[in-house]
């Protein structure tokens, strides 16, 4: 683990040729309103995501998380400065699986590579085999009213990732804004499991986005802390497999270490928005 503490960029990525990043953010400012009551939800954000890298954007609530993640998937334009995304359509999950509650599992996960154009032989063939890396594998005729939230849950991650299938060039990239929160500890956990096999399985880069530092540390390669109002980049930790990112098993000793560390610069940037 190390610790790049009240860094913008990791000095690293000087030195990464510009076609191995799945996306990159260079001055990003965001902000709703004019005048005096504006609101400048993100300043000066610099932050790059390298292909196949997981990033878990860690904040306090209203810190700008959902705001950033909204630009890098192409629903929002930043006031001023940059964002470059090296693929063509970034998938999306979010908090609520959103799934349409008429059409059954595989056809929801069937409907990004319909509207994309794809035979039906084709869709049927990718959903079957999304459908089977979730472990749903046989469910895929089931309504979303006939599943639990955590298989819901895991048709919108097979979705998700078949908007990364329908043929868009580019490198694959997900993000994902809060995906678990909604979902009981031990299905949470499962689902971390889940998500990081698949990740390993697609190679996709992932930028996920959470106010939990346990589940941060559980997923992430490298976790980037944002400031409240406005949100900046103020912190940033690599972890390496055995302090417990990108495993989702037990942190050990040092991804123990690192959790506290993380929790207090947390901490701080919370109490530091209330005095402002
Ligand atoms: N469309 C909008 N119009 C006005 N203000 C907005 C808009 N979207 C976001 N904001 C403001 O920008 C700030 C950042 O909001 P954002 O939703 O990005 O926070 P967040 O970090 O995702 O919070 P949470 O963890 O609660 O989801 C907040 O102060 C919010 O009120
Ligand atoms: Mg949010």
Excluded: Y
Excluded at 52 to 72: Q, R
Excluded at 141 to 157: C, E, F, T
Excluded at 226 to 246: A, N, Q
Excluded at 257 to 272: F, G, K, M, W
Aim: aromatic content about 4%.
């Amino acid at each position: 683990m190390t610790a790049v503490t009240d860094a913008t960029t990791s000095p690293q990525d000087a030195d990464v040729p510009e076609r191995e990043f799945a996306v990159r953010l260079r001055g990003v400012s965001r902000s709703f309103g004019v005048g005096p009551r504006a609101v400048v939800a993100l300043d000066g954000v610099d932050l790059a995501v390298r292909a196949g890298e997981f990033v878990c954007l860690l904040g306090a609530s209203g810190c700008g998380k959902s705001t950033l993640l909204n630009l890098v998937a192409g629903l929002d334009e930043p006031t001023t400065g940059s964002v470059d995304v090296a693929t063509g359509r970034p998938a999306v999950m979010f908090q609520e699986p959103g799934l349409m509650p008429w059409l059954s599992a595989r056809r929801n996960v069937e409907l990004p590579l319909r509207v994309a154009g794809l035979g039906r032989a084709e869709r049927r063939a990718v959903a079957e085999e999304l459908l089977d890396l979730v472990r749903l594998g046989g469910q895929g005729s089931r309504r979303p009213h006939q599943l639990s939230g955590g298989m819901r849950q895991r048709v919108a991650l097979a979705r998700a990732l078949a908007c990364t299938r329908t043929g868009a060039t580019g490198l694959p990239l997900l993000l994902m804004d809060e995906p678990f929160g909604a979902l009981d500890a031990i299905t949470r956990d499962i689902l971390q499991a889940e998500l990081l096999r698949v990740w390993r399985a697609t190679g996709t880069a992932v930028v996920f986005v959470t106010h939990d530092v346990r589940e941060a540390v559980r997923l992430a390669e490298r976790v980037v802390l944002l400031s409240s109002r406005p949100g900046r980049v103020v912190g940033e930790w690599r972890l390496r497999p055995g302090d417990g990112g990108g495993t989702a098993g037990p942190t050990g000793a040092a991804g123990a270490e690192v959790t506290e560390e993380i929790t207090a610069a947390l901490r701080e940037v919370i109490s530091s928005h209330g005095r402002h």
